[in-house]
């Protein structure tokens, strides 16, 4: 009998295998998840939008009624167009494509405030809505190009965190902005990559440029990527066979043409018209602060909460005074001025000051940011593979998130889109994206602040969690070797970690409650705001950290195998 | 068994060789063993596609916290609708009622509640619905006291008050109602043999119906909690606790007299189970002796128990006041009067019921009075209600798969189907109808869809999208429309009814050509009705007429299914 089994039993076994792959055929579809986060979608048109709404209103506006050659350059609002000529052209399309009733309803006022009613928001809502599209047709190429059970069980995984992602609903559809379509052309970068195309690669990249300049980021990975993936021949490269077949002519120069191809059909016009100058002044405009309206949780957010203790500590003990003077050498002076005090404190708009750390200078943070990319890009240098090339976006993403000039807690999409096509390679990087997912999220929460939307933005955010961190577990690879002991503490350290988010939630929560009671909440404010990206700011380089050095360290992640 | 959805697949995919076994084997007509599972009709369901993955975990707890937290994410999100007279001052709607008993229950002394300014949204549901108001109203004056401020407070409108007052709503129904629902499915899936995974699904789509969502956390009420607390009662019958049963039941009506609605029938069932089973009679079975064997200690233990109850619930008002006989009189007295307003005439604005309906045939406020139209519609309800309470009765004591001994779950469906009849008859041709009593009947008719039936889920899922419409006149004029089509959207999405093959959806039962006919024509009905509405202003002379065209459509798909329900309560064995 037993005998028996043992022969027999194989055969079940295969077939349930095989029934598996055949219905996995049909189930892998991203339209019912489409189809129901649609429903979410539209249930919060309705409530809070923020100033990019009218900002973007304003754009549609002024790619209605003016000729191209003053796009960049009418000053009718203060919402001026500064996104790359293709963005703009997407909202040419779009001001086209609003119905009569939606233009008398005062969508495409070009006017200095904008006055429109339940219409126009209907219509933007739904722009944004219709242009994610993109991404989920992106995500379900790139399951479908999966091949073998477990890839394509993985890729759905990734591919549903994505079209899932808090973010993008906080974003996108309750704050207002664009950015699930221009995901979804990055995820059709990255699949490229994936699939060997890299011509594909350069084509969709230099496209997404022109979409919102913010992709610089990541251009330096992606530029040595194909540097030495695709226009140089790496294996004579190495073997110190200098010669002019080391580079790919024909690769070099099709990559070439297409990039210069979609960036003449982008700027073309304006350099026609002689608006370049203008253009580049919107797009890079230094004169802003170093942090932004609210503070994204990088170095400097974590840089500006000391100095704020350092502030008290010099106020509070006198004999704290002579040493902060003695090692930081600040002008007194500047402490002794009410103004200066009042406007540092408030840090909720406006640029903050360092009044004790010395001044951070907007070349330090960029040559920060780009020695940290470099190192992230050495490795790349010398395997140029699709892993190596994505870890490298996303090292990338996270040094000039974290160092940047000027960065937005908006950014850390950024960092989460590419990182996630990693995760399910290994265990050991599951770590890292918790922490950066858990924390990255918590910073968006401040950018809704009304209270209707407070539980649908933290249950979302919840909800999610708790689905991706076990699917997660579930399909990915696990190591041969996995971390002993060290790992296993980490892993603790990360969770309680991340209890400790739920904890400052409720209490800025509570603080929230109670500010039109207590004055001192009031003058609080700014405190609230300082411990959320303080703390997550701890959140997101902790997992810069793992991250790097599962990159470095670690070979079996990177290799194809 | 042999459900169509079984077939589909074999044919579809002949690899599939085990399931090809099982469905052979019910093609010969094998009896199913009970203790087998039934194979779920919901596996087809875009419901199942999504919670699919997650059916491999143990107990599938992680399924059940992602229903629940989506259906708060729901709530919420439908929580950004305007509420009931928003915006219209002075008198406003619900919301104010709702927020105005808070206010006057933290400030006056419990034996004013229900005398103070009966003119300005005077208390007029009972004594737990006054104590929700009042833990409330404490609740919230800790956070921001001007919320709740005496007098000065009315009509104030503000987004953290609307906030405040949505969380308390979703509170409400996360503490009663979900967990109510979630032990239901779990305790009656037994006896149906629902598996863990199928239990899910079917607590997913009872939580995801439209009507509720809409009434509770669009226009703003706490039926949730009656709803809850009635289902907890419907769940200890089932497991055999019929004191708790009988608790929760009082707590219900307690809260909202529209409880009442179920009354008759829990009585006659409960007191059927006072008497033996003719065939659980051992030796000498006769009638008289199943008349003989009523059970006088149970009827006192139970009779003493809903007396108990309620003088608990009523205590605080004799407690706290003067004491005298002759004011705690004037006091209970005073609730009685304020919870059954007879006075008020025979339905609200208009509703889809049998005197609303005829009402433009028979012009019933012209020719009786108020006492008269009270008494008419007292007597039908009644003679109504007869029918299938006596039924189930005979049932109970005749039949011998109402026995103890029988392992049909016929008793259990025998509850539902006769909450279902004896609670659409009250909607029907009960008194002071309103348009969101609907509430109430929908409830046990929704449960059905657990009987794991592709011929009864159909049915249930029409009368719900029925129920939905009959609240658009309502929910149109508080301007909860993207609201109402998204959640009616999203359920019959969710059960498959967009799903162009006919084997994955729930659109109509596959046997019954008459029920084809039926749901087919009244979807057509309705777009019509909706396309007729949105497009065209009614006729001057009669400016209801859409209004009255919506009542009288879903008058005539409420009584079918009421028909249809005591028909299944007839053939039930």
Known sequence: MAKKDQVTSPRPSASTQENEEVDSEGSYSLFNIWVITLVLKLLVSIGYRSTDFEVHRNWLAITYHLPLKQWYTDTTSEWTLDYPPFFAYFEWVLSHLAPRHVIEDGCLDLVEKGEYGMLTVFYQRFTVIASEVVLFLALQWYVNSSRGYTDKKRAFVVACSLVLSPGLLIIDHIHFQYNGFLFGLLVFMINNARLENHLMVGFWFSVLLCFKHIFLYLAPAVFVYLLFGYCLNTELLYAGKISHRVVRWKNSFKLAFTVIAVFTVAFGPFVWYGVMSQLLARLFPFSRGLTHAYWAPNIWAIYSAVDRVCLQIYFRIPVSRSIFQYIFQFDPSNLLNKETLKSSTRGLVGDSEYLILPEIKPQLTFFLALFYQIMALIPLILQPTFRRFVGSLTLCAYASFLFGWHVHEKAILLVIFPISFLVSRDLELLDSFNLLVSSGYMSLFPLLFTCEEWLVKVMFAFLWYVIFYFNFRKVTRIPKSIGGQGRLSLGRMINSYILGLATILLCTSIMDLYTHKFAFLRKLEFLKLVIISTYCGVGVISSWNIFSWYYFMNESIWSND | ?573
């Not at chain 2, 889809?352 to 006492?371: D, G, H, L, P, S």
């Open chain 2, 1 to 573: 068994m042999g459900n169509p959805g079984s077939k589909k697949n074999v044919s579809k995919n002949s690899r599939q060789h085990k399931q090809g076994k099982v469905s052979s084997g019910s093609k010969r007509g094998r009896p199913v063993p009970s203790s087998t599972k039934k194979e779920s009709v919901y596996k087809s369901t875009v419901l199942y596609g999504i919670f699919k993955n997650f059916e491999r975990a143990p107990d599938q707890w992680e399924a059940r916290y992602i229903l629940i937290l989506t259906a708060i994410i729901l709530r919420a999100a439908v929580g950004l609708a305007p509420y009931s007279g928003m915006g219209e001052k002075p008198i406003n709607g619900d919301f104010e009622a709702q927020r105005h008993w808070m206010e006057l229950t933290i400030h006056l002394p419990i034996d004013k509640w229900y005398f103070y300014d009966l003119q300005y949204w005077g208390l007029d549901y009972p004594p737990l619905t006054a104590f929700h108001s009042y833990l409330l109203g404490k609740l919230g004056s800790l956070i921001r006291s001007d919320w709740f401020a005496f007098v000065s407070s009315r009509g104030l409108e503000s987004v953290d008050l609307k906030t405040y007052m949505r969380y308390t709503s979703i509170l409400s129904e996360l503490i009663v109602f979900i967990p109510a629902v979630i032990d239901f499915v779990n305790i009656m899936g037994k006896k149906v043999n629902l598996s863990r995974m199928d239990q899910i699904l079917v607590s997913a789509i009872i939580i995801t119906q439209p009507s509720l969502i809409l009434i509770d956390h669009g226009h703003f009420q706490y039926n949730s909690v009656m709803l809850g607390s009635f289902l907890f009662s419907l769940t200890d019958i089932i497991k055999g606790n019929y004191i708790f049963s009988a608790i929760w039941f009082i707590c219900s009506v307690n809260f909202k007299q529209m409880a009442l609605y179920y009354a008759p029938f829990i009585f006659a069932y409960l007191f059927s189970l006072l008497f033996k089973n003719y065939y659980d009679i051992k030796s000498g079975r006769s009638v008289w002796k199943v008349l003989w064997s009523f059970d006088i200690k149970k009827l006192f233990l139970l009779g003493i128990t809903v007396i108990i109850t309620n003088l608990i619930i009523l205590l605080p008002f004799v407690i706290f006041g003067p004491y005298s006989i002759k004011h705690i009189s004037n006091v209970l007295l005073q609730i009685l009067k304020r919870v059954f307003p007879f006075e008020r005439g025979l339905f609200e604005d208009k509703v889809a019921n049998f005197w609303c309906t005829t009402n433009i045939v028979v012009k019933y406020k012209e020719k009786f009075t108020v006492e008269q139209v009270a008494r008419l519609s007292l007597v039908t309800t009644l003679a109504t209600l007869i029918v299938p309470c006596s039924l189930v009765m005979y049932k109970m004591l005749f039949k011998r798969s109402f026995s103890t001994q029988s392992i049909s779950s016929a008793k259990e469906k025998a509850l539902l189907y006769g909450f279902t009849v004896t609670s659409w008859l009250f909607y029907l041709f009960s008194f002071l109808v309103h348009e969101k009593t609907v509430l109430v009947p929908l409830l046990p008719s929704t449960l059905l869809v657990i009987l794991n039936d592709s011929e009864v889920t159909p049915i249930v899922q029409w009368i719900n999208n029925v129920a939905t419409f009959s609240l658009w006149p309502l929910l149109k004029k508080e301007s909860i429309i993207l609201q109402y089509v998204a959640t009616l959207f999203l359920i019959n999405w969710l059960v498959g009814n967009f799903s162009v093959k006919s084997t994955t959806n729930f659109l109509v039962p596959k046997r019954s050509l008459f029920w084809k006919v039926i749901i087919i024509s009244t979807y057509i009905a309705m777009l019509l009705i909706h396309f007729v509405d949105a497009c065209y202003a009614p006729p001057s002379k009669y400016p209801d007429l859409w209004v009255l065209l919506n009542t009288t459509l879903s008058f005539g798909c409420f009584s079918l299914f009421c028909a249809w329900s005591m028909y299944k309560l007839y053939v039930l064995t």
